[in-house]
């Protein structure tokens, strides 16, 4: 079954305790992104990777890092958590973005940062 | 102002009923537009995809873009209990690698 894969679904840290979520896709796409969603603020990425290497910034990079080291793999890292990354973050990957291909996100992982 | 409006709702509708969701946006550059759906505690999926202006219809839903009046629509017709969900636009510009989303309306409809 197609699908991106995130894990933990749930994770409750502390601040400054580092943590990585992962995320897997088994489709093959050269895109992969991070959002978070909190409430009234909607979806902003994160960071994306046009492809294995390529990593770039989106709207509220700070205090994250993410590496592509594998096509399927786009893992985000939180060095010093703190409680304003507490949110819902989502991973998402597509074909290639610039083409009319749809973005298939994962299930999300619930983080609160005590 | 926010670069993509979006009511937050709940809209609350009868079961039948016809529903409109509705965004509007400053970026006129904005070229591709998409509306996703999100069940509770899932990631969103892609409903509607339509480039620039005019209508697309699928099934019970039609998405339409009026790129003059930077204003978008997805209806909804012959609403049921399962379109229950939020609804978020999403937009594109040509060559970049970014959508940006509205925040979502939620939809609540009643049996």
């Known amino acids: 079954e197609a699908q991106v894969t995130q894990n933990p679904r749930y994770l409750i840290t502390v601040t400054g305790k580092k943590l990585t979520v992962t995320c897997s896709q088994n489709?093959?796409?050269?895109?992969m992104s991070w959002y978070r969603q909190d409430p009234g603020l909607g979806l902003r990425q994160i960071y994306y990777?046009?492809?294995?290497?390529?990593?770039d910034k989106g709207d509220v990079p700070e205090g994250y890092k993410v590496s592509r080291k594998e096509k399927r793999n786009f893992p985000l890292i939180l060095e010093s958590p703190s409680p304003n990354q507490t949110s819902l973050y989502f991973c998402?990957?597509?074909?290639?973005?610039?083409?009319?291909?749809?973005?298939?996100f994962g299930s999300g992982t619930q983080l609160s940062v005590l | 102002q926010k670069e993509v409006e979006q009511d937050p709702g709940p809209l609350s509708v009868p079961e039948g009923a016809i529903v409109s969701l509705n965004c509007t946006y400053s970026?006129?550059?904005?070229?591709?537009f998409m509306w996703y759906r999100q069940y509770s505690r899932k990631g969103p999926e892609l409903l509607m995809y339509?480039?620039?202006?005019g209508n697309k219809e699928d099934g019970r839903f039609t998405a339409q873009v009026d790129k003059s009046s930077k204003y978008i629509s997805l209806f909804i017709r012959d609403s049921q209990p399962s379109d229950s969900a939020t609804y978020l636009c999403?937009?594109?510009?040509?060559?970049?690698?970014?959508?940006?989303f509205g925040t979502g309306t939620r939809l609540l409809v009643s049996p």
């Open positions: 998402a990957s597509s074909l290639k973005l610039t083409t009319n291909e749809k973005l298939f």
């Open positions: 489709m093959n796409h050269e895109y």
């Open positions: 990777s046009m492809n294995v290497e390529v990593t």
């Open positions: 970026n006129s550059a904005f070229q591709y």
């Open positions: 339509t480039y620039s202006s």
């Open positions: 999403a937009m594109r510009e040509e060559g970049f690698q970014k959508l940006v």
